[in-house]
Each structure stands twice: as C-alpha cells, then as structure tokens.
C-alpha cells in the first residue's frame, strides 16, 4: 500500500481547520465589539480567537480527531488486505502468465498460468533467472534495449521467444514493468505476458498462404480477370475489370486494363463477339460456371476461357490462348485428303486420335493387318483395346499413358487378335500434338505387323539360351582375333568370365609352342574354310594346360563377306586320360608277354650259370684262395638276376592266381610284418588308420600284400633321413558301387610332375642304377587293374606322395 502523502503536514491542516471553526463560534461574540473602546482593544475578537482555539484543540477536538483517524486506519487496513486477497486470487487465476522479480533479475513469485505454459514448477524457478527459459532467439541488443527501458522506470513491451523444460519453443507477448518505491526508487519488477504460439502460427501460415496464392496468382500460365458486370434492365451491357494478372497481359497483349471497362479497351468487342456479354452475364447473376472456345476477331487470338462467379454480379474468368492449337487443327483438317493418299501408298496402318473429342480415323490398311473387314473398329479406340493379348493390356495402357503424360516415346510392341482367331505381334508407333501449354491435343500413329520379325527373334532366342547352356565353350571372335561372344561353357572350361576377355584377343588361351596356330586358323577362315574336330591344347586362365577338340566356322556377313568364325572348343582331358590308361594297359600286356618269354629263356641258362657257381664256391679252399671273389660276384649277381627274372614271371602271371574272401586290414597287417624291419632301419614310421567291420572282399591276398609292399619300400626309399608312412582303409562309392579304399600316403620327396604319368610304365625308375627295375609299380598297376579296382596318385614336391588303390566289393 502506498503511504499518504498528506501525512506529514496532519498537523498544520488540522490547525487551519480549528482556527477556521474558531471563528466561527467567536464570531456571535462580536457584541463585545460595542464595548468601550479600551475594552475592545483587550477583546478584540482575533485575538479572542487565538485564545481559544489552543483551549478547544488540546481539550475537546484533538481527542475526538485521533479516535477518527484510528478508526479511519483500521477500516483502511482492513479494505487494503481484502483488495490484496481478491488480486492475488485474480493474479492465481488469470490465463496470462504472471512471474515477478527482484530489482535484481532473481525470481520471487510465478503464477500457476507461468507454471502451465513454461512447464516449471513454482520450487524450479524461485531464486533463479529468468534466463532458464530463454532459448536464444534474441541477440543481446534485443537485451540490452530491454534492460535500459525497465531500468529508466519504464515499461517494455515485446514478443519473447521462449524454451519451455521440455525444450520446446513458445512465443510469448510480455509486458515487463519496474515497480517504484516513494522515493521513485526500483524495488522489484513485474512480468506479465499471454501465450500466443498458436495465433502467431496461424499468422504465419495465413500470411504463407497468401503468399502462396499470390505467387500462384502471379505465376500462373493461364490468364485471369476479376470483373464486374454492368447491367440495364437486367440485361448485361459492359463489364470492368477489377484485377487481373501478369499472364492476363502476356496472352492478350492488352496492359492497363484495371478500373476499365471491357468497351474502352476493346471498342468493337460488344458487336464482334456478343457472346461474351450473354455467358458473362449469365454466369454472374446464376453463378453456374461454363467453359468455352471463342475468337476474338480484334485481338486475331482463340481463346479457350472458364468463367465461374465470386459473388452476384461479379464474374471470374480463366483463359489460355489456343491460337496455334486451332492453326494446327485446321492444317490437319486441309491436309486430310493428303493424308488419305499417302496412307494408302504404305503398307503399315495409320490411325489418328483426336485427344478431346476422343475419336480415331483409321486407315484401310489397319483392317487388312488385322485381318477384319473395313469399319469394323468403329471411331474409337474401344474395340481395338479388347483385341490386346491379356498379357499385353496393362502395358499397353501403361505406354499411351506415359506418352501423354511425360511425351516418352511411344513404340510397344503388342500382341492383338486377328480375324481369323490368330495373335500377331504389333509395332504400335505414335507421336502427339501439344498446345502451348504442353497439353497433348492430337496423336497419330502407325501400326506395323512384326510378326514374323517376333518368330524370328523367338528362334534366336531358343539358339542363344542353347548355346548359353552348353558345356562346350562357344566363341564369337573377329578375323583379328577379337572376342565378340563368351557362353557360359567357356567360363567354366577356360575360367575367364565374359566381362574379363570379351574385346581381347582370343590368343591369350594359347600356350606359347603354340602360338603359330593362331595365324594358321585365321589363314583358314578367311579363306572361307571350317576346321573340323582339330585336337590341340590351350591355356586355362590359372595357366593349367586343357587338352581341346576344336571345330570352328566362319561367320559372314549379309552380303557374304568372311567377318569373323563362330569357335566350339570341347574339352577332351578325360577322353585323353582314359585314351593313355588303354594305352598303358596294352603296352603293360605287351610287356607282360615279353617278360614271360623272356623269363623262361633266361631262366635255364641262369639256372645252368647260377649252379656252377654255387659248386665251384663249395670247392674252394677255405682260405686265401684267389677264386673266392670272382665266384661270389658270380653267385650274387646269378641271384639278382634271378630275382629280376622271378619279377618278370610274377608281371606275367598276374591274372592267373587264384582269389578268395580276405580281411583287407589283416591283409594289409601281413604285409607290413615284411617291411617293418626296413622301415625301423631307415626311421620310417608306420602309422596305421584303418576303418573297423569293413566287408569281406574276395581278392589274392598275395598279390594285394605284393601291391602294400612294394608301395611302401618305394615311400622307404623316397625318405632317407625317415618319415612317416600312413595306410588307410574305409569303404567309399566307386562310379556308383561299393568299393573299399586303400591309401599309402608318405613324406618323402614327391614326384614330379613330368614323371607322374610314367611311374606306371614298365621299367621306369627315379632310383639310382643297381636299386631298382622298374617293375615294382608297373606290377602293382597290374594286379590292382586285374581286380577291377583302380590305382591313382597325388603329388607334392617336397610334401610327399599319396597312392590310392579302390577295389569293388563285387
């Protein structure tokens, strides 16, 4: 509450009061003014007055008066503390939001509204800055202008955007006012404001909509004119226009037409084209909208114009200007008969479509295409969109519709029925004509029978997805030798895909010795000639040699010249190998015959060499004697020789033991008991991994352990500082029967590769002169091939050598 400013000068004006009320009751004592003179001057009424009034203040009215003022005060008291009740209420209640601060900036009071729209609670903000919902959208000269106004003691009044504890944004309209103590100094401020996110949205898009329509307005390609109608009798006469746009003038070529009447800025309009005034008119006072074409003789334009009304008697018309599409259509309709003719001088069918009326002109021809009498399709496009294959609609309707729509080209080729119950294939072409707008008005187009084009490329097709699925790799190359074409056949035959050689030179698949192929096979081509079958070797993409059978055309062009050759390469690697197994299968048997004969002749003068020997060493003296040597070399070397000869009979008589059911584990066991010694000898381990309850086999037990042995005196030999030996058995799948496996796998040295295909052949040997015939794998060949089982090996140069033998179980 305010203090009264009259309270420190009470005194005084109760004192002007009392002497006021003074004279007032001295004056009915103005009798004593008849007294003599000398009495009067001693009574004179002021100074009368002057007396009493004192008496009558200190006695009878100061009481009275400080009762007043007390209770004056109470009542005062007791009004002031209603009033700060009933305000606190309305400040608690109002929707604005209410805080206060202290003269400092630190806030003591917020009202629930400030709670509900900053999302704070009353405890959150007490004692703190308002700079807790300030989200950085003012700079700090927006700031500093308010601390300067509330500073100099007045109010500043601003729209504040604010950052609620959610971290949204709010617009808030505030007024920040300082409150003043008596002395004018500023004790606090307070802040009130109202919420105004919403309204200030609405302004915004309201103002971004209108925006929007004016630029709409403005940029729009047709043209527009606000008008209204002037009317006698009911009966339009004029009109004015009240606002057009930008277009309005570009169309028209007319400028300042605002505020004018339609008879000044086209004088002879009224009589030139009366119709304007009539649909006008008639839509201004109906309010139905109605389109239409007109031209307009004075301007030399055609016009097509929507007019619709605002309200009555005001009119809203919206024009484009159609002059070139008219100029086209006439051209069109003078150049028909032209039209007729040369549709008649081609062979394809050509039809038109008028876009806005939707009829369609079609030539004789396209009836004899489809095979149906003439006039059968009528003038629209309802019966031909039934003959469309079914599986053909939804692209046909899809190609028209871009064409319209984007002006892509349109050429679908579609299959319709014919007259006689058949499909065709259909080259459907077309091209639009566009008003000024781009808006398609017209479209003509030709039909074209494809038909055996289609059948054609069908039969191209079959041939192309044969040859993509042949395993022979066909090749299209040019006549210097550039790849043109790479079937899958050739990816997997040679390992190049089609993207990695197509446009190189076919000569990167030939080996080095044989690079002169390359000019010889062009030399055939180009002379017109085929190779036929032509087996040779090319080069794997991994540089591994393939063995090919070759047959290779050349391909001509049109008109019959040599432009390239046409290659089919089919790998014949497999063919070959079986070829060298028949082959050393025979030489074996040849070599097996020479051995028996050769056997049986050496083996009786052997006998003859080897027995005088053994009886001339019996007769020797037992010391000293100098025969002693010469007959020992003679007996040793009778021996080996009778060993070599034993071996030749034992090659020779392979397929005449006879066999019985074995244990191939036991069997394999038996064998190693000859060899163990010797491979303890040379640090050769044994090691043994052999499949339990394999089958029974019938096989000569013997022969197989002769096979072990052999196998694994050579693996001694390969390893003369040791190694291991490991033999395996298991049951396996041989070309689709049962057959059991038995591998011999050392670390020795390996074999190489020019000598893995001859280790079979009779006689070879890697082993020194004098330790080894050469018989002992040529042998084993045998007597596995003579079970029916087969004999293979894998080899690393200096990781050793893996023998497997597969024998069926039947």
């Not at 909208?289 to 114009?305: G, H, Q, R």
């Amino acid at each position: 509450m305010k203090k009264n400013i009259f309270r420190p000068y009470r005194h005084l004006i109760l004192t002007l009061i009392l002497v006021f009320m003074a004279e007032l009751i001295i004056h009915p004592l103005a009798i004593f003014s008849r007294l003599p003179a000398f009495m009067g001057s001693f009574f004179d009424a002021s100074l009368l007055s002057l007396i009493i009034t004192p008496i009558l203040y200190f006695f009878w009215i100061r009481p009275r008066i400080a009762n007043a003022a007390k209770i004056a005060e109470f009542e005062t008291t007791q009004k002031s503390s209603e009033l700060i009740r009933k305000l606190s209420e309305v400040v608690k209640q109002t929707a604005d939001v209410v805080f206060i601060t202290s003269k400092d900036g630190i806030i003591e009071y917020v009202n629930p509204a400030f709670e509900r729209v900053s999302g704070y609670l009353s405890e959150e903000v007490i004692g703190k800055s308002p700079a807790i919902i300030k989200s950085g959208k003012h700079d700090k000269k927006f700031y500093k202008t308010l601390w300067d106004t509330i500073l100099s003691g007045r109010p500043f009044r601003a729209q504040f955007t604010n950052k609620n504890k959610g971290g949204a944004l709010y617009i808030e309209e505030s007024t920040i006012t300082p409150v003043m103590d008596n002395e004018n100094h500023i004790t606090h401020f307070v802040a009130t404001g109202k919420d105004i996110t919403l309204h200030r949205r609405a302004v915004d898009q309201l103002s971004m909509n209108k925006e929007m329509y004016r630029l709409l307005f403005e940029n729009m390609l047709e043209g527009y004119a606000h008008c209204k109608m002037i009317f006698e009798d009911n009966k339009p006469q004029d009109f004015v226009y009240l606002d057009v746009n930008v277009a309005f003038g570009e169309l028209t070529g007319l400028k300042d037409v605002v505020g004018k009447k339609v008879t000044e800025v086209i004088p002879k309009i009224r009589e030139s084209n009366p119709e304007l005034f009539e649909i006008y008119g008639r839509v201004a006072l109906t309010g139905k909208a109605e389109k239409f074409e007109t031209y307009l003789e004075s301007l030399s334009i055609w016009f097509s114009i929507s007019v619709h009304s605002t309200e009555k008697g005001y009119f809203v018309a919206v024009f484009e200007n159609i002059t070139k599409r008219k100029r086209d259509e006439v051209t069109l309709q003078n150049n028909a008969e032209q039209m007729r003719l040369a549709i008649e001088g081609v062979h394809d069918g050509i039809w038109q479509w008028n876009v806005l009326t939707n009829e369609v002109l079609w030539s004789d021809t396209i009836y004899q295409l489809f095979r149906m009498p003439i006039g059968s399709f009528g003038n629209t496009f309802q019966l031909v969109n039934e003959l469309v294959h079914p599986d053909d609609r939804e692209r046909f309707a899809e190609s028209l519709r871009v064409h319209l729509e984007e002006n892509a080209p349109y050429n679908p080729e579609i299959r319709f029925l014919r007259g006689d119950g058949t499909y065709g294939y259909f080259l459907c072409r077309g091209t639009s004509v566009r008003d000024a707008s781009g808006r398609p008005i017209r479209m003509v187009g030709s039909i074209s029978d494809v038909t055996d084009r289609k059948e054609a490329e069908k039969v191209l097709l079959q041939l192309a997805s044969i040859v993509e699925s042949s395993n022979d790799a066909i090749i299209g190359r040019t006549l210097e030798g550039t790849v043109t074409s790479w079937n899958l056949g050739a990816e997997k035959m040679y390992g190049y895909a089609a993207r990695e050689i197509i446009g190189k030179s076919v000569s990167i698949l030939f080996p080095e010795d044989r690079k002169n192929e390359f000019d010889a096979i062009t030399e055939t081509i180009k002379k017109g000639e085929a190779i036929r079958n032509s087996e040779t070797v090319r080069i794997k993409k991994d540089g591994a040699p393939l063995q090919v059978s070759l047959t290779i055309s050349p391909l001509k062009d049109s008109k019959g010249g040599i432009v390239g050759a046409s290659i089919i390469a089919r790998d014949i690697t497999e063919r070959k190998h079986l070829e060298n197994i028949v082959l050393q299968s025979e030489k074996l048997s040849a070599v097996g015959q020479l051995a028996a004969g050769l056997a049986h002749e050496i083996n009786n003068p052997l006998g003859v060499i080897l027995g005088f020997a053994q009886s001339c060493a019996r007769k020797l003296q037992p010391k000293d004697d100098p025969l002693e040597l010469p007959i020992k070399s003679i007996e040793r070397e009778a021996n080996r020789i009778k060993a070599l000869v034993q071996g030749l009979l034992d090659f020779s008589r392979t397929n005449k033991s006879e066999r019985e059911e074995c244990i191939i584990n036991k069997t394999i066991e038996n064998a190693l008991a000859l060899i163990v010694v010797n491979a303890k000898m040379n640090s050769v381990e044994l090691i043994r991994e052999f499949e339990e309850n394999l089958p029974k086999i019938v096989l000569n037990s013997s022969q197989i352990q002769q096979v072990i042995i052999n196998l694994c005196n050579n693996a001694i030999d390969a390893m003369p500082k040791g190694g291991t030996i490991t033999l395996r058995t298991r049951r396996v799948q041989d070309l689709g029967k049962d057959a059991i496996q038995i591998q011999v796998q050392d670390t020795g040295a390996g074999i190489s590769k020019e000598n893995q295909n001859k280790v079979f052949e009779s006689f070879f040997t890697t082993k020194e002169v004098g330790k080894g015939t050469g018989l002992g794998l040529s042998i084993s060949h045998e007597i596995v091939q003579k079970h029916g089982g087969t004999i293979t090996l894998e080899s690393q140069m200096g990781i050793g050598t893996t023998f497997t033998i597969r024998i069926p179980l039947t």
